[in-house]
C-alpha cells in the first residue's frame, strides 16, 4: 500500500516523466514488516491480550463492578459464578474482606501496566544510555561501563529490591525507580555490542567525513539502528519487573494494601488459599496472562522486525 | 609535478599552485593485542609514504590486499590520525583545518556500498544529511538539491523516499557518489569503489565517476586493486607493497614499461579474455608476508626472481627520476657500481 502512495506523491511532485520511470519497485521495509506481521499469529494473540488488559485498566471506573476497596463483611469469600454457591453479582467471588475479586483485579491492572511500563522505560534509557557509549567511545569509557554491567549483575534483584524497598517504604514512585535502576543490564550488554559492530561500519565512516558531531552519530545513525531490539528487551524486561513487583507485593515489600495488585491479591489469598484457591488462581492467571501476552508480543516483534535488523 | 612529490621537490611548485592534497612522510603503526600493562606487537600498516595530488588530477593506489591501502585512506579522510607524518589540504596541514571545513574538501566513496548506506534511512534523508550537518540552504532549497544530484548520479527521482534494501548495488552506489558530491568537495577518495560490484555494473559506475570528474572539476584519489581499471581512470598510479610506494609515476609509463619486479608482476596478473591460455605464471607463489614481521632488506625480495643478496640486507633508497620514482636495488646506479 505505502510504495503505491509514495510514488504517486514523488510522482505527483516531480512529473519530470523520466526514461526509467518503470513502475516495480521493490516494496520498503516498512511495508513487509507490516506483511509479516499479519501473518504472525503469536504477535496477534500477545498484542490482543495486552490491549484487552490496557483498555481494562484505562477504562477500570467505567468497567468495574464495585468499588475494589469497599469492604462488606456479610458478604466475604462467596465463590465465583461458578463455584457451589457463586452468583452473578460477584462473578470472580470476593476476598477475605468481602471486597468484589473482579473489581480489584481490574483495577490492579492499572498497577502491573505502570509499574511494568515505567519501570522498563527508566531501565531502557539507563541500558541504552550506557551501552551506546561504551559500544561507541570503546576505551576506558567501555571499561566503566564493562564494570558497571559487571557489579549489576553480580546483584541479585529479589533480594536487593527486597531491602532497598522494606528501607523506602512502598511507595509505587520509589518501587518504580528501584526496579528500573535492577533491570537496565540486558539493554545495556545487547546495544553495547551492537553499537561496537555497527561502530566499524561505512555509513559511520561516511557521517564522521561529512563532518557529522559524535552525538548526532550516536542520535541520527546508531540509535535508530538499535530501536528493534530496544523495543524487545523492552518487552522482556517489562514482563521481569511485573513478575518481580509481584513478588515483592506477595512478599509484603511491594505495594501496600489495601491498593489493589495482583501480587498482593495473591499474597492476601494465601491464608484461605486451600479452601478457596481461586483468590489466589485468580490473579495468578491474570499475572501468567499479562507476562505470556507481553513475551509473545516481543518474540513477535522480533520475527518481524529481524529481517531488517540485520541489514 | 609528478603525482608524487619528493621531500626534495623544490617548494617553488607548491607556490605557484598550491597542492589539492600532500602527504609527506605518513605513517601508521598499529599495535596488535595491545593491553595497559604491555605495548603488543607493532604493525607498520603504511611507514613513510609521501605523494601529492593537483587539482584536476587522478591518482591510482594499487597494491594486493593488505598493503596498507585502505589505512592510507583512511588517514587522507581524517578518520584515523597518522602516527607520524603529515597531511596538507590544499597547502594547509591538516591538524589546522576543522573538520568540518575538510569534510567539504574532500569526500569518501567506499568500497562496499552494502554497508555504506544506513538501512533505516530513505535515499534521499541519506543524500540530504551533509547539507543538514553544514547548515546548507533552506529545507526547501536542500530537497530541490537532492533530487538534482540524483538526476546526476542516474537515479529516478521517485527512489527518493526508498531504502537502500530496495536499491541494486550500483544503484547504492550511486547513493554513495551523490552524497559524497552533494557539499560539492573538491577531492573524492574512492576506496575501491567497484570492487562489490557486478562487472557489468563496473563500468558505469566508472564512467559515472568519469563523467562527473569533467563537470565538477574533482580531483580523485583512486585506489584500487584491479589493474585495468586504474589503467582506465588514472593519470598517476603509485604501486603499493606492505605499506610502502614501490614504484610510481604517470599511469602509461608504469602500465606499459613497469620497472620494479612487483609491478611487472602485477602487470603479469592481469587476466587475458582469451580462454585456454589459464592464469598466468607471476612468480609471486609464496604469498603475502607477515606485516608484523617483515622481511628484512628490501621487503619484497623473498617473492622477487631477481633478487640479489644485498636485497635482504639492504633498504632500498627511492629514487626519482623526473615524475617517476622507484624503490629498488635494480634501477639503484649505486647498487650496480658496488
Redesign the interface.
Known sequence: MSTIV??T???GA?P?G?S??FDT?????KALMRKRAKGHVGLIIGTTIIAVIVLMAVFAPLIAPYDPYAQDLSRRLIDPVWGAKGSWDNIFGTDALGRDVLSRLIYGARISLLVGFTAAVIAGIIGTALGILGGYYGGKVDAFVVYLINVKLALPVILVALSVSSISGGSIMALIILLGFLTWDRYAVVTRSMTQQMRE???I????????SNS?ILW??IL??LMNQVIIIASLDMALIILVEAALSFLGLGIRPPTPSWGLMVSEGRAVMFFKPYLIMIPGAAIFLLVIAINMAGDGIRDVTSP?GR? | MSALAMKERPQVATAIEPLAFETRDLSKVFHIGRKWYAGGQPLRAVDGVSLSLRRGEVLAIVGESGCGKTTLS?MM???QPPSSGEIFVGGEPLTNVD??V???R???V???P????????TIGEIIR??LL??NIGTAKEQVAEV?AMM?RVGL???????????LSGGQRQRV?IA??LI?KPEIIICDEPTSALDVSVQAQILNLLQSLREQMNLTYLFISHDLSVVEYMSDYVAVMYLGRIVEAGPTSEVMNAPRHPYTRALMKSILTPEPGLGLPDIHLGRGFPDPLNPPSGCRFHPRCIDAMDKCSSIVPRTLTDGEKIIECHLHDPEMAKA
Do not use: C
Open positions: 509514495t510514488r506523491a514523488v510522482s516531480a519530470a523520466r526509467d520511470d519497485l521493490a516494496p520498503s521495509p561500519r561505512e555509513f565512516m561516511s557521517s564522521k567525513a561529512a563532518g557529522a548526532r541520527r545513525e535508530p539502528n531488517e541489514g | 583512511r579522510l581524517g578518520l573538520r568540518k575538510f569534510a567539504r574532500v569526500q569518501p567506499f568500497q562496499d552494502y554497508s555504506s548506506l544506513n538501512p533505516r534511512k544529511d551533509p550537518i553544514h533530487e538526476e529516478a527521482r521517485r527512489q527518493i523516499h526508498s531504502y537502500p534494501s530496495q554513495a552524497r559524497a557539499i
